[in-house]
């Protein structure tokens, strides 16, 4: 029975069409007007070969109009060996002739290769809240660290790049100790305390423990969790100082959790 992919029939008309050949179904994209067909017919394409003569043909079709044709050729070009692939997808990223759904996937294609070009992209796409893309920046690992590090610097990508730090565990550490003594900047600082609080890691905590020997509300703020979950002796009035100067909701829920505890 006919199957659906991409939410195409499948196997509605292609099939009895199917082609055995590369040089068919290059016939067939260049012919075919119908986009179910088109888009059936880059499947097969991907499927079939590798070289640059298949890369090509695909890289042609994410310039096509239907989403089912585009979208299949992002597929193809993801699973391809071929480096060239790769080259497709990211020349379509900074092409501002080319739609942001199109911009997107073909990023979470490259990032999936493992492609370290995916990930300012992806940084950049942090504030659209997309798990997918939170996820292949953990995926990417050690490469990808300096870079959202550095998106702390920025207001738009700040909480989502420490969010996505946190989740990769001790693998930031480093990067974030460093700017948490020695940036410049004091709401980098802030940035990677705050992150470094949500590490629960001996390293994080003597950095963050030294970090508030030097009384200071901002930076009570961004260490409180860090400083509710040490019990450090004390701190009661500088917590209560940071949320009644700062307090969010996170921050009162928080501080209500610990006195349950």
């Not at 097969?44 to 239907?66: F, N």
């Not at 900047?185 to 030097?214: C, Q, V, W, Y």
Request: with cysteine.
């Amino acid at each position: 029975g006919a199957t659906v992919l991409f939410g195409v029939c499948s196997g509605c008309r292609s099939v009895s069409h199917r082609k055995n050949t590369v040089d068919e179904l290059l016939l067939d994209l260049s012919d075919e007007s119908d986009a179910r067909v088109r888009a059936e017919t880059v499947r097969q394409l991907g499927s079939m070969a590798e070289g640059p003569t298949v890369v090509d043909a695909l890289a042609v079709e994410l310039r096509d109009p239907a989403y089912d044709v585009w979208m299949a050729a992002v597929v193809a070009l993801g699973h391809s060996k071929d480096p060239k692939a790769a080259d497709e997808l990211f020349r379509v990223i900074p092409d501002p002739t080319q739609g942001p759904m199109l911009k997107l996937a073909a990023t979470l294609a490259l990032a999936k290769k493992g492609d370290s070009r995916a990930i300012e992209p992806l940084i950049q796409e942090l504030p659209t809240d997309r798990p997918e893309v939170s996820a292949e920046l953990v995926r990417l690992g050690a490469v990808a660290v300096p870079p959202l590090v550095n998106a702390l610097r920025t207001a738009t990508t700040r909480d989502h790049a420490s969010s996505v730090l946190i989740s990769m565990d001790t693998l930031g550490l480093p990067a974030l100790i460093e700017m948490l003594r020695n940036d410049k900047s004091k709401f980098a600082r802030f940035a990677a305390a705050k992150t470094l609080a949500g590490i629960n890691h001996p390293r994080a905590s003597e950095a963050l423990d030294e970090a508030l020997m030097t009384p200071d509300i901002e930076m009570t703020r961004a260490a409180y969790r860090h400083i509710i979950r040490r019990g450090i002796k004390g701190s009661e009035a500088s917590l209560i100082a940071a949320l009644n100067t700062f307090g969010t909701n996170e921050m009162a829920q928080d501080f209500a959790s610990s006195g349950d505890q």
